[in-house]
């Protein structure tokens, strides 16, 4: 469903919609992945968003988190390995325990307007991303895995690789056949998830034959909260 079509619903559902925006580091500066990925862990991941807003049984209270896209753009590549795939999974709980680096505090480009000014809007959604550490799934589901690089191509990644994670259920653009050294951009569309209260959406990386070596990504999220006009 499209951002205008989903904009549209909202608005005949009398709910108000918020977008928010955050970016984890300036041009040079990447966010330290998970040193040794060689196989999925439930509990490691590189993103977590989190709704923080509470469950309630007040009328027109509850929050509701639509991730919009995950940008992660590779700044210095693992020094070894084959191949990388990332694995998205749902789950009815916060997930985030440790690590990494928190990215939001307040929103990136959402203000909203009295009659003497303009504030920023603190955001529900708890976004982490690094070398993260995840509590116990609770009640988990995939919603997506996806392969960046194939495993015979003898390297996961290199500096320029951008993968772009957007929640609007298109065809995801194809592998270099050739399995080119130079950097590759693609976009790898999955289907939305509605994060309710105490939900999350983690994403998780694979580096097939990885051994202890880190590797740092720039990291931009943006995403759509959703709540009755009276919870404004």
């Not at 205008?4 to 918020?18: H, N, P, T, V």
């Not at 065809?171 to 105490?198: C, H, N, Y």
Request: charged share 15%; net charge negative.
């Amino acid at each position: 469903m499209s951002d205008f079509a989903l904009a549209d619903r909202a608005k005949a559902e009398g709910m108000k919609r918020k977008f928010f925006s955050v970016a984890g580091s300036e041009y040079t500066a990447g966010i330290t992945f998970n040193a040794d990925p060689v196989t999925f862990s439930a509990t490691a991941a590189f993103i977590s968003i989190d709704n923080g807003a509470s469950a309630t049984g007040t009328e027109n209270k509850n929050v509701f988190i639509l991730p919009d896209y995950i940008k992660i753009s590779c700044v210095t590549p693992p020094a070894n390995g084959d191949g990388i795939r990332f694995v998205f999974k749902t789950d009815t709980a916060n997930r985030w325990s440790s690590g990494g680096t928190s990215l939001t505090t307040l929103a990136a480009n959402t203000f909203v307007g009295n009659y003497s000014s303009f504030t920023r809007v603190s955001a529900s959604a708890q976004v982490h991303a690094g070398d993260l550490t995840l509590s116990a799934e609770t009640s988990a589901s995939v919603l997506e895995h996806f392969v960046g690089r194939p495993t015979f191509g003898a390297f996961p990644a290199v500096n320029g690789d951008e993968y772009v994670f957007i929640f609007d259920g298109a065809k995801p653009s194809p592998i270099d056949g050739a399995v080119t050294v130079s950097p590759q951009q693609r976009w790898m569309p999955m289907e939305p998830p509605f994060l309710g209260p105490g939900g999350s959406l983690t994403g998780h990386v694979i580096v097939d034959a990885a051994t202890a070596s880190a590797s740092e990504w720039r990291v931009t999220a943006g995403w759509h909260e959703y709540h009755h006009d009276l919870n404004a």
